[in-house]
Nanobody, 122 residues
Framework: QVHLAESGGGSVQAGGSLRLSCAAS????????MGWLRQGAGKEREFVAG????????YYADSVKGRFTISRDKFDHTVWLQMDSLKPEDTAIYYC???????????????WGQGTQVTVSS
């Protein structure tokens, strides 16, 4: 079992930045890939960004490429999502997720956090 706890959400104006954090606990000795997914009001949950267990590979949705950066500290079992040039359409609940060899598909993630709200106003 892996427990994930997100933090860092909030409200920001368009063009601003936020940094989300996710702390993993429990069975962190496995080589977990980590990711961020989001769900806006009335929308389906979608993949945002992912990173391999050693940080060697990263994946991004086209809608966030060049604006968001995912990173991790594999020793501290923490993953971050730096979000720059935020847009109102980025407004959503952001979820941290973990999965063995997970990439850019939701189905590849086995464990999920509770989510943190990000609101971007125009």
């Amino acid at each position: 079992q892996v427990h994930l706890a997100e933090s860092g959400g909030g409200s920001v104006q368009a063009g601003g930045s936020l940094r989300l954090s996710c702390a993993a606990s429990g069975r962190t000795n496995n080589n977990w890939s980590m990711g961020w997914l989001r769900q806006g009001a009335g929308k389906e949950r979608e993949f945002v960004a992912g990173i391999s267990w050693n940080g060697g590979s990263t994946y991004y949705a086209d809608s966030v490429k060049g604006r968001f950066t995912i990173s991790r500290d594999k020793f501290d079992h923490t993953v971050w999502l730096q979000m720059d040039s935020l847009k109102p359409e980025d407004t959503a609940i952001y979820y941290c997720a973990a999965g063995i060899l997970a990439g850019n598909r939701q189905s590849e993630y086995d464990y999920w956090g509770q989510g943190t709200q990000v609101t971007v106003s125009s």
